[in-house]
């Protein structure tokens, strides 16, 4: 299907892994790949001005379609002018389809062909979210990126059941498309299912890229399941989908999750993680995870990270950081998100230069040596 709102160029692979460099260019800026996105549920990324967030090098967020649906609604949206209006945020957004939140309700909701019936976790109200419901709440929101409505399966539902689920993405799939009015201004990406299953994963993806859409997601990973399942799926994974479209798999904010997905060919991902943990008095360093909450910290006055080049690393001691912390201070959300999200797109800086130069590999390694004291 023709779609100008969304450019993909692959500008170069590394010689030893399936890792990508590439460039997506959308109607409000460009994205080099990999790229790691911070998350944004509800119009905004938590603790942060949007100015903060562009500092820490993050070139793209994301909106929750389900949140914004509920809160403040997407009719009051639309009328600010669109999500990038409405947040001050200049660069691109992607939305996601509100699926995800729907199923995580359990016993609030209710799955037919139709579509997924809820119940508010705000009011307890009632809502039917289907396909087309979900494509017109993005195309109110004004993403650059809208993600097609799935069912996000539970990881330990039966083989029949993710054959059939699988099958219902699918046809919801195909009414997205129907459903989507402007294909010039969004970029819409469909989603791969099949949990751990390669025949229903090598199905779904055959599937969804008959429709030749501007990019994909691997989804129904990063769902509880060990680690090794997680990286079982990435080793065949992206190579079902095209070369020449992005690669995106929902949900992973971990440096090993992260280093894992690129070093198989995927080229975008986000999570809550830098900032939800920045929240607890959890900062990423160089170094591993540090709990800034630990007493040994009360006297030093050192940065926390060293060799960060952050806001807060520049003008604050892990000392201030602490009594903040210990205060319950705001300040202290604010500046251990800002760290955590500097650090990650540092780290994307840093392998998207290593894979231009051949050596993803000793990146690779040269990181978890020092994060996870251990080899790669």
């Not at 539970?154 to 459903?179: G, H």
């Not at 294909?183 to 969804?208: C, H, N, P, V």
């Not at 079982?232 to 992005?246: R, S, T």
Request: hydrophobic fraction near 35%; aromatic fraction near 10%; charged fraction near 25%.
């Amino acid at each position: 299907m023709g779609n100008s709102a969304l450019i993909f160029e692959l500008l170069h692979k590394d010689a030893r892994t399936k890792a990508r460099r590439g460039r997506i260019t959308t109607p409000h800026g460009v994205i080099e790949t990999p790229v790691f996105m911070p998350v944004g549920t509800q119009a905004t990324v938590k603790a942060m001005k949007p100015e903060d967030v562009k500092n820490t090098g993050a070139q793209i967020i994301l909106g929750n379609t389900y949140h914004l649906y509920l809160r403040p609604g997407s009719d009051i949206i639309r009328e600010a002018g669109g999500l990038h209006k409405f947040m001050n945020w200049d660069k691109p957004i992607l939305t996601d389809s509100g699926g995800f939140q729907v199923f995580s309700l359990g016993h609030m909701r209710k799955i037919t062909e139709e579509g997924v019936k809820f119940q508010s976790y705000i009011d307890g109200s009632r809502h039917m979210l289907t396909p087309e419901k979900s494509i017109e709440i993005q195309t109110d929101l004004g993403s650059d990126i809208m993600m097609a409505f799935d069912e996000c399966a539970p990881p330990d539902a039966d083989y029949n059941y993710i054959e059939r689920s699988q099958a219902m993405t699918t046809r919801w799939l195909e009414r997205c498309i129907k459903a989507q009015k402007d294909t010039d201004k969004q970029a819409l990406f469909g989603i791969m299912q099949g949990g751990f299953f390669r025949d229903l994963r090598e199905k779904s993806a055959e599937a969804i890229v008959s429709f030749d859409l501007p990019g994909y997601a691997i989804g129904g990973i990063s769902v509880g399941e060990t680690k090794e399942e997680y990286i079982g799926v990435l080793e065949y994974a992206p190579d079902l989908l095209p070369e020449n479209k992005p690669r995106y798999v929902m949900g992973i904010g971990t440096p090993d999750y992260i280093f894992e997905a690129v070093e198989h060919g995927v080229d975008m991902f986000d999570c809550v993680e830098p900032t939800r943990i920045a929240r607890h008095g959890m900062a990423m360093t160089s170094h591993g995870r540090l709990s800034i909450k630990n007493a040994r910290f009360a006297r030093d006055f050192t940065p926390l990270d060293p060799e960060c080049d952050c806001y807060t690393c520049r003008n604050y001691s892990r000392a201030y950081l602490r009594h903040l912390f210990r205060e319950n201070e705001a300040l202290s959300h604010m500046l251990l998100s800002e760290h955590n999200l500097r650090f990650l797109s540092h780290m994307c800086e840093n392998i998207r230069t290593a894979i231009e130069e051949d050596r993803f590999k000793e990146y690779k390694k040269e990181f978890y040596s020092k994060y996870y004291n251990e080899e790669a």
